[in-house]
């Protein structure tokens, strides 16, 4: 009975007797569940990745619509307005909406819908940046949660994930707001990867909801951008790797059956879309790859597996552009030497981790499933390099650098000095993409540290000197000229088939501003002088015009063999005729006083494009030079209706004075100035006919939209007759 006595009073709860700081107090972590202690963890380390993504690309907000932005975005109607003509017509159309680029990415132009239209972003860019970056900041976090399966290690699956977020070549994809396309496909590839793995370790009606979630994300993928289909590789590769431990036969034909439908229809519905635009066209400026022999393409490209490898290494100087000729074919120089042996070496290093660490052999083999999609081995892209191709293969680079400064601090005895260098590392390459983002800022900024980086690649200067010139045209003509001429230097020794006529078009076109410049400054008695230096200017630019339509014409017919070749019929086959081209050539002949060169080339410009209001003036100054007064007028009336331009009435003016207005009824004053008076019989028969001719070309170019507008107009406006408009 002692004993039982004695047993009770021990039982009794001593915990509330001993003071509250006593050792003897549960901590937090005895209190927490491991389940919810997990999801602590998790909820810490997104936080911390959205911080650090935010900081690092805090000064990208204010970033324009810079490169190809304008067009998908602004320019692109498609986007403006939520209708489901609108939707119909992403669905049915290619990405480039009005020519066959080779790409079909309708859920990426439905996103940029959904900024522009839905959420009301319009034209201001921070809306488009915010979605960005916290598509990249999902795909952060789900870089951390991949890593941290492979690794089973929590520190370095959070180095793996901010290493990756913040590195410096990610800023095409992240800054640069259509690099959407990226951003997209890389949570379809990565949460996609997760599911599939999900799905192995489920059953029953678990399995099928993560295959369906498998089948739905890789959907996304494939439509918001091609390379996306490297899902498929990457779950073979895992399986490949971990086979003798995980043996997922079962598993791995039921995630490829879940793979199949997207996959199947994404190749469906591009043969579809594409094939009615007519053949891709790859231009050799853009990537010269597609026209060297086999061989020396590959080694080309092997080249550039090596420039890869070292952007990701130090990325310090970075590009928009890699064009024509910044990187040569490859010829076997001792600098190409170096880069296949440096690339043969890092594949020799990936093959010997599979025995030492499978993580890091994963780590590699994602990078290069991911790469491969891009890097001009299997197909051809639309250009020779970009460093937005990186934004998954970075992933493999961030965990096997992670697990590489591990591995170093356990071999020197140091383990504590790994997460010091990492956070060096971090901050390091933070700061350069904070950095390059100001490169980011406008087109002048970005192409300006294109050259800086690409000093050979004649679309670099190009478009530099298009933007200088397009953001101040007084002031920077002599700088767009001396950049336009460093581009025609790169460009002048290719064949025509092979060469870009835009250039010489804009290059041109500059010259015939410096001529006209050079004459105002010169002016006698209030007209414009010829001057030795302007006349200079015009012949340089002529010359240059000249080549640029030689370029044109052989492109035109290569692209129109091409077609004839595929079975294209006449009338459907598409042009590369640049009408600007021969408007400027129209201006320049105008200006040399050669006429009859002058109208040729401005109806071959209206021909091309109907809408082209500069090519009508140009049409009409050379009929006014000729004496052809009413003829001319015709032609500056069919630019004003196009422009509505009021700076042409002087042009009309000057055609009707010197007696073809016996009447003088054609102006009349008003409180804003002289305009024309359709009242006046002369102007009506003349505004009529320059309807009429417009309504011709534009139905001859199969505008019918445009036709009817302008028939409606001069229906309702002008009060011309049906018969008057045949």
């Known amino acids: 009975m002692g004993r039982k006595k004695s047993s009770k009073s021990t039982a009794r709860p001593i915990a ?37 993504v935010l900081l690092a690309w805090s000064n990208s907000f204010g970033d324009g619509f810079v490169l190809d932005n304008r067009f998908f975005i602004l320019l692109d109607p498609r986007v403006h307005q939520a209708t489901s003509e609108n939707i119909g017509l992403i669905l049915n159309r290619g990405y480039w909406y009005t020519y066959n680029s080779g790409l079909y990415r309708p859920l990426t132009t439905l996103s940029y819908l959904f900024n522009y239209a839905i959420l009301g972003n319009g034209e201001q860019p921070a809306g488009y940046h ?64 997760l599911m599939y793995l999900k799905s192995t370790e489920a059953a029953g009606r678990q399995k099928a909801v993560w295959l369906a979630g498998l089948m739905a994300v890789t959907t996304l993928g494939v439509f918001s951008k091609e390379s996306a289909v490297a899902i498929l590789g990457v779950i073979v590769l895992y399986e490949l790797v971990w086979w003798k431990e995980r043996k997922q036969l079962r598993g791995l034909l039921l995630g490829c059956a879940a793979l199949a439908p997207p996959l199947l229809f994404m190749w469906y519905r591009r043969f579809v879309v594409l094939s009615a635009s007519g053949p891709m066209k790859i231009l050799f400026t853009d990537n010269p790859l ?48 170096i880069a296949w042996l440096s690339v043969l070496g890092v594949t020799v290093c990936a093959a010997f981790l599979f025995k030492r660490s499978r993580a890091a052999f994963f780590f590699g083999g994602f990078a290069l499933l991911s790469f491969v999609p891009v890097s001009n081995i299997l197909v051809y892209t639309g250009t020779i390099m970009a460093e937005r191709f990186l934004y998954l293969p970075a992933i493999g680079f961030a965990g096997c650098l992670v697990m590489a400064v591990y591995w170093i601090g356990g071999q020197i005895g140091r383990p504590q000095l790994a ?48 933007v200088m010139y397009a953001s101040d045209p007084a002031g920077s003509i002599d700088r767009a000229i001396a950049e336009d001429e460093k581009s025609l230097a790169i460009l002048d020794p290719l064949p025509d088939n092979e060469n870009a006529a835009n250039v010489y078009a804009d290059a041109g076109r500059l010259y015939s501003v410096k001529g006209d410049l050079l004459a105002q400054a010169a002016r006698s008695n209030g007209q414009s002088t010829i001057t030795p230096a302007s006349l200079a200017a015009y012949q340089r ?10 370029i044109e014409k052989s492109s035109d017919e290569t692209l129109r063999s091409e077609e004839r070749g595929g079975g294209t019929p006449g009338p459907e086959m598409a042009s590369t005729n640049l009408p600007f081209l021969y408007s400027s050539t129209a201006l320049t002949y105008v200006r040399l006083g050669k006429y009859q060169e002058a ?8 021909a091309l494009s109907p809408l082209l209001g500069d090519a009508y003036v140009s049409m009409g100054e050379a009929l006014l030079s000729e004496g052809s007064r009413e003829d001319a ?42 305009t024309l008076d359709i009242s006046c019989q002369l102007v009506h028969t003349d505004v009529c006919k320059a309807s009429d001719n417009l309504i011709k070309l534009l139905l001859r170019d199969q505008n019918q939209t445009a036709a009817d507008q302008i028939k409606r107009k001069a229906i309702e406006n002008l009060e011309c007759s049906t018969a008057e408009l045949q």
């Open 16 to 52: 509330k007797k001993l003071p509250l700081d006593s050792k003897s107090v549960p901590s937090i972590e005895s209190l927490v569940s491991s389940p919810v202690k997990t999801l602590l963890n998790h909820a810490l380390v997104a936080a911390g990745l959205f911080v650090l």
């Open 130 to 193: 915010w979605v960005n970056i916290l598509l990249h900041f999902a795909n952060a976090f789900l870089v951390y949660v991949l890593s941290l399966r492979l690794l089973r290690k929590f520190w370095p699956a959070v180095f793996i994930a901010s290493v990756w977020a913040v590195h410096p070549v990610l800023t095409e994809s992240v800054t640069n707001i259509i690099g959407r396309a990226d951003l997209l496909a890389g949570f379809a590839q990565l949460s996609g990867l």
């Open 290 to 337: 597609k026209y060297a022999t086999f061989v020396r393409s590959r080694l080309t490209a092997t080249v550039i597996m090596a420039k890869y490898l070292w952007l990701l290494v130090w990325p310090l100087k970075l590009s928009s552009d890699y064009s024509y000729n910044q990187i040569p074919i490859a010829s076997g120089t001792l600098r190409e030497w």
């Open 419 to 466: 997460p010091i260098v990492l956070c060096l590392i971090i901050a390091m390459f933070a700061a350069r993409t904070w950095a390059r983002n100001l490169d980011w800022h406008d087109n002048v900024a970005l192409w300006a540290s294109a050259v800086r980086v690409s000093p050979n690649s004649a679309k670099a200067h190009e478009a530099l000197a298009s």
């Open 541 to 550: 630019g002529l010359q240059i015009l000249t080549r640029g339509i030689a």
């Open 599 to 606: 109208y040729d080339a401005a109806a071959r410009a209206s």
């Open 633 to 674: 007028a015709i032609s500056f009336l069919e630019a004003f209706l196009i422009t509505g331009d009021k700076g042409l009435l002087p042009f009309i003016h000057s055609a009707y004075s010197g007696g073809l207005d016996k009447r003088d009824c054609a102006f009349r004053n008003t409180a804003g100035g002289p």
